[in-house]
């Protein structure tokens, strides 16, 4: 059984940074993509930001310059560092793995809260 454990979310004022992680545990036998999505009262889920096996990152315009995506495979942690913290950034902020042998199978982590207040 795959599991995606999140850690890293808070409080923190404009301008500020956080680091989310997301571990991956379970039997995978290959990790397609990794990435975070955000979902923020009353809007839906979207990308914040994807890395995939080859290292080719992809983020959402609103993101781009301020929040870095990075991985360590030996780890199976897939990391979201954000810097210049918006309060539009405020979201519950979800891990997402693309996994498989053949087939690319989709897992979720539970979320964690992102909270951008003076």
Not at 33 to 56: C, F, H, N, T
Request: one cysteine or more; a positive charge.
């Amino acid at each position: 059984q795959v599991q995606l454990v999140e850690s890293g979310g808070g409080l923190v004022q404009p301008g500020g940074s956080l680091r989310l992680s997301c571990v991956v545990s379970g039997s995978i036998f290959r990790i397609w993509d990794m990435g975070w999505y955000r979902q923020a009262p009353g809007k839906q889920r979207e990308l914040v930001a994807v890395i995939i096996s080859s290292g080719s990152t992809n983020y959402a315009d609103s993101v781009k310059g301020r929040f870095t995506i990075s991985r360590d495979h030996a780890k199976k942690t897939v990391y979201l560092q954000m810097d210049s913290l918006k309060p539009e950034d405020t979201a519950v902020y979800y891990c997402n793995v693309g996994a498989g042998r053949l087939v690319r199978n989709n897992y979720w982590g539970q979320g964690t809260q992102v909270t951008v207040s003076s």
